[in-house]
Structure formats: C-alpha cells, structure tokens
C-alpha cells in the first residue's frame, strides 16, 4: 500500500503562501468598501473606494478559482502517481531537492524497513556505505538531463538506481536489483565463454554461469583473481580458479556507464574439439597449430586479421614472415620449453595494406598430441609507432653523417678546384694543358653539386633566399622542363591568376620541380602528361597530415602530377628517404626526392604526395606566403662618387687548420696583392695578435676546427681589435655558425668550395 508519510505536510506547507496572499486580499477588500461607504468626505472618494474593493474582490475570487484548479490537477496528479507507484514491484521515492522523503511505495516500505528515515540517504544507508555522493551525483545529472541511472555494487549485490525529475523540488528515486544482468546487448548465460562485467575501480558486477564456473565462487574484485593487473586485452593472463591457477587468454570490450566486459578463454578448454561453440564465438584472433606449423583450425577473428590469403593458407609460414629464423625452429622451442606466453611480432603476408601481428604461443593438448594455441594482436600501431621513431634516429644519424661527409669533400673540392684555378691563371686558351685543367675545373664543379645535395637532404646547405614569384620563375625553367622530359611527356603549367610572393632560393627550388618532373617522367616510360598546378591556399585551421601538422596562414601550393604506373603503398613512405630509390640499378641515386624534402623543409615549407597504384601520382607542396613589410622610403643626400678602391691593399689573417685550403687561400690573396699572415689553428692566431705591432685589418678564419673554433677565437681577438672585419669560411652551412653570425660584428659567411675570384671579391668587399 502507498504510504504518503510527510506529503500532506509538504503540501500544506506548500500552499500556506497561496492562503495568506487571498486573506490579504480580502482584507483589503473590505477596508476599501468600508471606507466608500462610511468614511469618504465625497462621493467621487466613495464610488473609487468600492470600485477598488469590488476589483480586488473579484481579483481574490479569480485567485481562489486558479488555486483550486491547481489544487484539483496536482491532487489527480498524485494520484496518478499514486496509483503508478502503488502497483510498481520497483521500490519508489518521491523525495524533495534538500533530500527529505515525502512519500513512497509499498516496494520500498518492505524492501527499507527503517520507516523512520526522513532522508532518503539514511534510508539507503543500510544498503550502501556512503550513499550521499552517489545521490548528489545522480541528482545533479537529472537537474541537466531529466534523468540518470547507475549501477552500484553494495553489500547485497548489484543495484540499478535511477532518478527522474518530475517538478523543480521533487525527484523520483527508483532501485532495481540485478541478478542477470545482459552482457553486451545479449544473456550472456547463454554464451559458451566466461563473461565478467566490471564497472569503476575494478569491482566485478555480474559473472556469468560460465564464469562461475570456471572460478567456482562469486567474486568481488578482479585482484582476487588475477596474478597480474592491469588486464592486457589478448594476451595470457594466469587466473585463480577452483582447481588452482589456470591460463587464460582476457579480451575486455568498453560498455556502458563505465562499465566493462571481459571475455576469458581457458586455453586448455579451446584446445578441446567438444569447445568449437567457444572457440568461434572468442571476440579475439586464435590459431590452432600442429607441432610442425600446420595451421589445424583459425577462428572468425584470426581470418578477419589475416586476410584472403589465410582462406587457402596451410601453414603458418604462409600468412606471415619476419621473424629472422626458421618458424619451426620458434614453435619447436616454445613445446620443448612448456612455457606459455612465447610471444613474436611478425608481418603478415598481405598484399592489400601492411599489418603487423603479435603472436603468443601457448601449448596445449588436441586429439591427444602436442600442439599449440596462437593468440594474435594487431600491432600495427605499435610498429608504426616504432618504425617512426626508428626512422627518425636514422634520419638524424645518417643527416649528421652527411653533414660531415659534406664538410671533408668540400675541403677537399675548395683546394682541388682552388689550385685549378691558380694553374688557369698561367695558362691561356691555346695552350694543351688548357682543356683538361677546364675538364678538372668542371668536375671539381660537378662534384660540389652532388655535395650540396647531401646538405640539402641534411638541411644544412647555405641558402640564398629571395623574394619569388612562382609564375616566373616556372616561366624562366619551362624551357629547361621541356627538354628534360622528352617528346613522349606533355608538360602542361596552370597558374592561380592571383598568386602571393614567397621568399625562397631560387635555384634551389628550380632543383625541387627538376627532380619532380623527371620522377614524373620516369614513372610513364610510354608517354603521358605531366601537369604542374600552382594556387593560393589560406588555412583557417591547422592541416594535420602524414604525421605532419601545417599551421594556419596563407600558402603557394605547387603541384605536380603524373598519370604514371603509381607507387605501391608499402613504398609511399619511403620515397623521402634517402638512397631509397623504386628505380633499376644505374637508374637512380635515391638522393632526388630527399633533396626535394631537405630543400622544402629548410625554406620553411611542407611537401606531400598521394599515388594510387596504376593510377599515377602527386607531389604537393605548401610554401609559405611572403609577408612584405611597406617601408617609406628613405631620401638621402647625393654622396661624392669616391673612386673605387684596388686590390691588395690591407693585411690579412688567414685562419685554416686544412693546410692544401690555407696553401691556396693564401696564395690567392697574395696574388691579388694583399699582406696575408697565415695560422693553423686559433691558439697559432692568438699568439699571433700577442705582439701590439702586428696591424690586421681582415680576419679569413675557419668556423670549425681542432681546439678553439673560429667563432670563439675571433670574440676573444676583437676585445683588443674592435674594428678589425671578419669573413667566416666553412665547409658546413651557415648555420653552423650558430648565434655568432648575429652576436659579431663586420662578419660575412663564404661557404665552401669557394673559387679565387670569389674569395678575392668577399675580401676586397670586407675591406672597403
């Protein structure tokens, strides 16, 4: 029976406001009409009295006929409720905002017989530990939503509790019990496998009729069974049971609220043939293998993983490979050991998409021979993850190698070509030893070339940027572009009409779209179009693509297109690496398109490339617009037109710890007429500007070398020297100056291999 407890007082209190606001009205009422008639000195004064008595009269009245509307709705309201209440088997609370209990139902009166609870927390009390949290938070759910539900592990078992809003200051509470609860959207008393359902800090919910027998008691917590946590979904875990510890494989799957479902196979029973039902229906990748590798049986979410290719597959070595020695030899040694959990990562055989497999060995009984249980984990991610970071540390290691290569061959190349130079100078047009000093000349320059790729792909090459202006500069190369791809390749060129500046090398981005278009061209070996598309792109938001992330802004995108024969997806991303090359032996150096993305990736830009295998391929690349800044123009007086300094005049320091560079160097100076002090390391320059005598007016100094570099040695001399110039000469980039290039002074960079002329040309520029 429905029990109202304290609703009649609630009620009462409730409509106590709406009483005294009608007897006010009446009162005054009656002090208007009484005041019309007996006390008003006019009659004007009396008939507004009444007419403001009656008025409110007949305003209280209207009141009055609302207020018993109202009353008459919210008694059958009630007693709908009531009667909904009354005959719900669920135990029911109609309880207020501040918690008080105003009524509920003859399910809750049995099911919480402490009737002297005036909170519904104290009610619940006997149920659960701490139940005024769980209840402020539900509560303040449905204040959001209109209702919330939860279910709650107590000392009685698994209860659903829910709450409703039905007015501002009143909620229903109601309590369910779970005694079979459905597991992933079905009985899972009906499934052939363990099933447990886990909700927040690792209580266990509900066990299934497997469960419980696999374990043989109801469990509370999943660290009274388990030997280890957390639980690693698809792999072994050994699991307390009534017969002692068993090997279990654990597949757990999100639910709802929170809550979770973990799937558990015992090993030993999978292996039975009266098991297949399990076997199946196990939400992982299982493989049954005979002691020589024979694949006996695979379940649904082993093929789903492998792929067509295991339809017809005998043996295991024929869906997957990459384990560096013989797999019998690994499955072999897993039965002699009688261990489990013999685990591998190997690559599967197939020829869609590239996966990679983690393959835990388990031995086990079928028919009564040895054999093994496979548990198979995707882990291509994980691979990913590593082969990403692997590729990182070799592309730092092997930039770093290129680096250093660059620095020797650039010695090298600057003394070779250098004393080239110094033989040319006594040699005329005429003479025969004139040609082949050229041929020398003209190698030593092609070799540097293929040095300035390796410091392109190292990205640390010396630019020279400039203000461009995509159109043009395709314009200036489109002849060169036309020869290079032949009379079977059409080139086609479709420009933006409105198309921003960009600041860049210019001829470092000539060899970028050089390299593309022969890789374009390569690719359709019986003719076809290449097209180069360049526009205007404004990204409101960051682009996040190939583990790359473009910032917002205003960008020049260049592409370049082909219909050739594509690139297979397992090479997509390896094209930029360097030495990589799709091409046959004497085809190609691999060195083109890590030159693309050293040279794109020092101007400050993104290059990208999608292929579709027979389909042809485009390279995309992002370059930043060019922000100009307007400056007013400065006016400046007319200087005197001074006549133009000569050469050799003013004494040099000469810095190089290679001595053919410094032989060359400092002849070549001296043949243009300047005084040049010569030192094979800092220290041999220092000693040298000991001595107040000695007047130099230019440092020419090395960036690296053995002991103090040059950036060190010269702030050390010009505290006594500040007005002495400097040239930097190094066989690195520019940047391997560091912060030195800003924090001196007079200083310029001449990289190497420099010839005669241009080294003569930065001195002479330095000294006037």
């Not at 709908?80 to 008080?100: I, K, N, Q, Y």
């Not at 496998?193 to 209580?203: D, F, H, I, M, S």
């Not at 300094?645 to 320091?653: A, N, R, S, T």
């Not at 060190?712 to 000469?729: D, H, I, M, Y």
């Amino acid at each position: 029976m429905f029990s109202r407890d304290t609703a009649t007082q609630s009620t009462l209190r409730a409509q106590a406001p709406d009483r005294g606001r009608l007897v006010i009205l009446f009162v005054l009422a009656l002090a208007f009409v009484g005041y019309g008639a007996m006390v008003a000195p006019s009659v004007l004064l009396a008939r507004a009295a009444l007419a403001a008595g009656v008025t409110l009269i007949l305003t209280a009245c209207a009141m009055a006929g609302v207020r018993l509307f109202r009353m008459r709705a919210r008694s059958r309201a009630i007693d709908m409720l009531d009667g909904f209440m009354a005959r719900d088997a669920t135990p029911s609370f109609l309880v207020t905002e501040e918690g008080v209990i105003r009524s509920r139902n003859g399910a809750a009166r049995k099911r919480f017989s402490d009737l002297n609870a005036d909170t519904f927390a104290a009610a619940l009390r006997v149920t659960m530990a701490n139940p005024t949290a769980v209840l402020f938070r539900l509560q303040s759910r449905a204040k959001e939503t209109g209702n919330a539900q939860e279910d709650l592990a107590t000392r009685n078992g698994v209860l659903r509790l829910g709450v409703h809003q039905l007015e501002e200051d009143c909620f229903l509470w109601r309590i369910e019990d779970l005694p079979d609860r459905p597991a992933s959207g079905r009985s899972a008393d009906a499934l052939p496998v363990p099933v447990l359902t886990v909700g927040r800090n690792n209580t266990i919910l509900y066990m299934n009729e497997a469960a419980r027998a696999l374990i043989g008691e109801r469990a509370k917590s999943l660290d009274r069974l388990f030997d280890q946590l957390p639980l690693r979904n698809g792999e072994v875990h050994g699991i307390s049971t009534k017969t002692g510890m068993a090997q279990v494989v654990v597949s757990e799957f999100e639910a709802s609220a929170g809550r979770r479902e973990i799937f558990l196979s015992c090993l030993k029973d999978l292996a039975d043939s009266a098991q297949e039902a399990a076997f199946e229906t196990m939400p992982v990748a299982l493989m049954k293998l005979a002691r020589d590798g024979r694949i006996l049986a695979c379940n649904r979410g082993a093929m789903r993983l492998l792929g067509a290719q295991a339809a017809d597959a005998e043996w295991l070595g024929d869906v997957m490979q990459g384990l560096g020695r013989p797999i019998k030899e690994w499955l072999r040694e897993t039965l002699n050991s009688g261990v489990s959990g013999s685990s591998e990562f190997l690559r599967l055989s197939r020829a869609d998409r590239e996966v990679f497999v983690q393959v835990t060995l388990n031995p086990v009984r079928e028919g009564g021979e040895a054999a093994l249980m496979a548990v198979l984990n995707d882990a291509t991610e994980l691979k990913t993850l590593e082969a990403q970071f692997v590729q990182s540390q070799k592309m730092q290691a092997i930039g770093q190698l290129a680096g250093g290569v660059a620095h020797d061959f650039n010695n090298l190349l600057t003394a070779i070509s250098g004393h080239c130079d110094l033989l040319l100078l006594r040699h005329d047009q005429g003479d025969q030893d004139y040609g082949d000093l050229v041929q020398i000349h003209q190698n030593a320059n092609r070799a540097a070339s293929l040095v300035s790729q390796l410091l392109a792909f190292s990205r640390k090459q010396t630019l020279r940027p400039e203000v461009l202006d995509l159109r043009d500069t395709l314009s200036d190369l489109t002849h060169l572009l036309n020869r290079l791809v032949g009379e079977k390749v059409t080139l086609t060129l479709s420009h933006d009409p409105v198309l921003c500046s960009i600041r860049a090398d210019k001829r470092q981005l000539e060899q970028v779209l050089m390299n593309l278009v022969v890789n374009a061209r390569d690719a359709m070996p019986d003719g076809g179009e290449i097209r180069i598309e360049t526009e205007g792109v404004s990204l409101a938001e960051p682009l996040e693509r190939d583990r790359a992330t473009v910032p917002p802004g205003d960008y020049v995108t260049v592409k370049v297109s082909d219909a050739g024969v594509g690139i297979p997806p397992d090479k997509l991303q390896k094209i930029f690496e360097p030495f990589y090359t799709t091409k046959r032996t004497g085809e190609g150096t691999g060195l083109g398109l890590s030159t693309v993305y050293g040279i794109i990736k020092q101007t400050g830009g993104y290059i990208f490339v999608d292929s579709v295998l027979g389909g042809g391929s485009v390279f995309t690349i992002y370059l930043p617009v060019h922000e100009e800044t307007a400056a007013e123009p400065v006016k400046r007086a007319p200087e005197p037109v001074a006549a133009a300094p000569k050469h050799g005049e003013g004494v040099v320091l000469l810095v190089e710890d290679e001595a053919p560079v410094r032989a060359f160097a400092s002849r070549a100076l001296r043949l243009r007429g300047y005084t040049v002090l010569e030192a094979a390391s800092a220290e041999d320059a220092l000693k040298t500007l000991d001595d107040p005598d000695v007047t130099v007016d230019l440092f020419v100094t090395d960036v690296v070398m053995p002991g103090m570099d040059g950036p060190s040695w010269v702030k050390k001399a010009l505290q006594e020297r500040p007005g002495v110039r400097v040239v930097f000469v190094s066989g690195y980039a520019e940047g391997a100056l560091g912060e030195a290039d800003t924090a001196i002074p007079n200083s310029v960079f001449l990289p190497k291999p420099f010839s005669l002329s241009e080294l003569a040309e930065t001195v002479h520029r330095q000294l006037h």
